[in-house]
């Protein structure tokens, strides 16, 4: 296996089991998992799970990310902090498949109080199936990146 079969997958203890569900609908489908955590219940901050599986999309160990939290927003926005990132929540598969084809996702957030485990299943799917289309929205891409070069900083 390689980094570029590799998906790291980790939460907050809100969605422990989708997580572990999603870990093995993958792996059934071929993909090597890094699952890094957590296993047990008690509360643990989402900020500090979405840094770990991000830095591990950004270094390239592995070739994309799945986080979730109970809305999928909170770790979200954790991930998106790390220079290289561009993760999306999904509900729908709509959104699942245009991260990918548009904005080149490399990491996917859940809300695991947000979806149940058919449509997260589904979910997962259609991003891990979807191709980035390039052309114009490579442009796009790299006018994020510009953006993330010249962090703004607005006086207050
Ligand atoms: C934890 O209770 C909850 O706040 C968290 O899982 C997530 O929804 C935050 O965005």
């Given at each position: 296996m390689t980094a570029s079969n590799r998906i790291v997958l980790s939460s907050d203890h809100s969605a422990i089991q989708l997580r572990q569900t999603i870990a093995a609908h993958i792996v059934a489908q071929g993909w090597e998992v890094?699952?890094?955590?957590?296993?047990?219940?008690e509360s643990t901050p989402y900020p500090k799970h979405g840094e770990a599986a991000a830095r591990l999309v950004a270094t390239g160990d592995c070739r994309f990310g799945i986080i979730l939290c109970g809305t999928g927003q909170g770790i979200m926005m954790a991930a998106n902090k790390v220079k290289g990132i561009r993760c999306g929540v999904c509900a729908d598969t709509f959104s699942a498949r245009m991260i990918r084809q548009h904005n080149d996702a490399n990491m996917l957030s859940i809300g695991a109080r947000v979806v149940g485990e058919g449509l997260a299943l589904d979910i997962v799917d259609a991003f891990l199936t979807a191709q980035f289309e390039r052309g114009r929205h490579a442009v796009r891409l790299e006018m994020i990146e510009e953006l993330e070069k010249h962090r703004i900083s607005v006086p207050v």
């Open positions: 890094a699952d890094i955590g957590p296993t047990t219940p």
